[in-house]
């Protein structure tokens, strides 16, 4: 799927502190992030909480999201974690935890039609404002996107169901903080791949 990420000139950044973040994505997803900070009465941050917290956050936005899926697959592909310096304050930092299925469940109808319509009809009874939802046709195999924001914190799920089906959970912009140590949280479910703890974390 495509998810932009803005600067303040209304484009994707080509150089600058974001700019290999943007690329990864570019070459994960096919896009980048979406920064709502691209108007001026939104210069500060949006959530309560700062960098210190920012990756549970989005893990916890994930829980409760799965928690409403029956028989997830054995395992995600992949868990990525990716944080953008294109904010308009340079003291801002953006957050984004991807879980990717693998090819084969992403080709299942379970995955693709019915996790699509349990979160819209189960998400805003766990506390998710649901918005962007793109539903074309009743085809399971056509592109369908849905959005849920998380009413306590502001964090916002993405289901993406394209090619391949994931989920990306977001924060906008927030606080960096000095000498960012990661909680490094486990996967909620299991993974093939981790990058997000071999890039953030230490034994």
Request: net charge negative.
């Amino acid at each position: 799927m495509v998810i932009r990420s803005v600067n303040s000139s209304g484009k994707c950044p080509i150089g600058g502190p974001g700019f290999v973040a943007v690329v990864i994505t570019v070459f994960m997803l096919g896009g980048c992030m979406t920064d709502p900070s691209t108007t001026p009465e939104s210069q500060g941050p949006y959530h309560d909480f700062d960098q210190s917290e920012a990756w549970q956050h989005l893990e916890n936005a994930l829980e409760e999201t799965f928690v409403l899926l029956p028989d997830l697959p054995e395992s995600f592909e992949f868990r990525s974690l990716l944080i953008f310096s294109d904010c308009r304050n340079e003291n801002h930092v953006q957050y984004r935890l991807d879980y990717e299925f693998k090819l084969e469940d992403s080709q299942k109808k379970k995955v693709r039609r019915e996790y699509f319509d349990i979160l819209r009809d189960k998400w805003d009874a766990a506390g998710f404002e649901v918005h962007g939802i793109e539903d074309p046709s009743a085809d399971p195999d056509e592109k369908r996107n849905i959005q849920g924001l998380r009413k306590d914190d502001l964090v916002n799920v993405w289901f993406q169901v394209w090619g391949k089906v994931g989920f990306t959970a977001q924060t906008r912009c927030i606080e960096k903080v000095d000498d960012w140590n990661p909680s490094c949280p486990e996967p909620l479910h299991p993974v093939e791949r981790d990058p997000a703890y071999s890039r953030y974390c230490k034994d």
